[in-house]
């Protein structure tokens, strides 16, 4: 994304995009496993950015309140309704709630494992229950 376009997204509050899940996932045990994509060939950068792909994790564990906030990311839901959400579910135990969220979700994002429609580039992925198992 271009260097203007950040700067527009960074004006945005983040509490209402819907972002949506742009990798595959599995249930494990309740939990929820993401699959990290291998990243494109954009030119230079690409050869460092396989070899710290490599390097990394090839899934991610998430626990129970990232599986719940996972499953919740389907590009129809606000980070606030997830916001909502999460309270309900964990109550108390989850405040923080809006900061956990939006690092979350920019953590997410930065591994370009969740995209916010209207804002980047939007990868078609198969529903997610495909994934699952």
Same mark, same amino acid.
Request: proline share 7%; hydrophobic share 45%.
């Given at each position: 994304?271009?260097? *203007? *376009? /950040?700067?527009?997204?960074?004006?945005?509050?983040?509490?209402?995009?819907?972002?949506?899940?742009?990798?595959?996932?599995? /249930?494990?045990? +309740?939990?929820?496993?993401?699959?990290?994509?291998?990243?494109? @060939?954009?030119?230079?950068?690409?050869?460092? $950015? @396989?070899?710290?792909? !490599?390097?990394?994790?090839?899934?991610?564990?998430?626990?129970?309140?990232?599986?719940?906030? @996972?499953? &919740?990311?389907?590009? /129809?839901?606000?980070?606030?309704?997830?916001?909502?959400?999460?309270?309900? =579910?964990? +109550? $108390?135990?989850? /405040?923080?709630?809006? =900061?956990? !969220? +939006? *690092?979350?979700?920019?953590?997410?994002?930065?591994?370009?494992?969740?995209?916010?429609?209207?804002?980047?580039?939007?990868? &078609?992925?198969?529903?997610?229950?495909?994934? =699952?198992?």
């Amino acid at each position: 994304m271009g260097a *203007k *376009k /950040e700067a527009a997204l960074a004006a945005v509050n983040l509490l209402d995009l819907c972002p949506t899940r742009a990798a595959r996932w599995d /249930e494990v045990a +309740g939990r929820v496993v993401v699959r990290r994509p291998p990243p494109g @060939w954009r030119g230079i950068a690409t050869p460092l $950015e @396989w070899l710290a792909h !490599l390097m990394a994790p090839s899934r991610l564990r998430l626990d129970a309140l990232g599986s719940f906030a @996972w499953r &919740q990311l389907d590009g /129809e839901h606000s980070v606030r309704d997830l916001g909502d959400a999460v309270r309900q =579910e964990f +109550g $108390e135990g989850a /405040e923080p709630v809006e =900061e956990r !969220l +939006g *690092k979350f979700v920019r953590d997410l994002r930065r591994e370009r494992l969740v995209v916010f429609p209207g804002w980047d580039d939007v990868r &078609q992925i198969p529903d997610a229950s495909a994934f =699952e198992g």
